[in-house]
């Protein structure tokens, strides 16, 4: 089984993992309800998506 020559040194770990941070999501207000949904995304509260478009959020009926 292969082994690492050379243990990794914190410097070298750390410069690898400095891209490895998560960005935080982008988010807009529904023009409709005023909720926050993601970008062109129907919106999770009432589908709303642009004008003339509103698709069906799933509700009890
Ligand atoms: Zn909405």
Redesign the pocket.
């Known amino acids: 089984m292969g082994v690492p020559c050379f243990r990794t040194s914190p410097a070298r770990k750390n410069k690898r993992r400095s891209h490895l941070a998560l960005k935080p999501k982008n988010s807009v207000q529904?023009p409709?309800?005023?909720?926050v949904?993601l970008p062109h995304r129907a919106?999770?509260?009432?589908?709303?998506v642009r004008p003339g478009l509103q698709v069906n959020v799933g509700g009890d009926s």
Do not use: E, L, R
């Open positions: 529904c409709n309800c005023g909720n949904k919106c999770s509260s009432c589908g709303y």
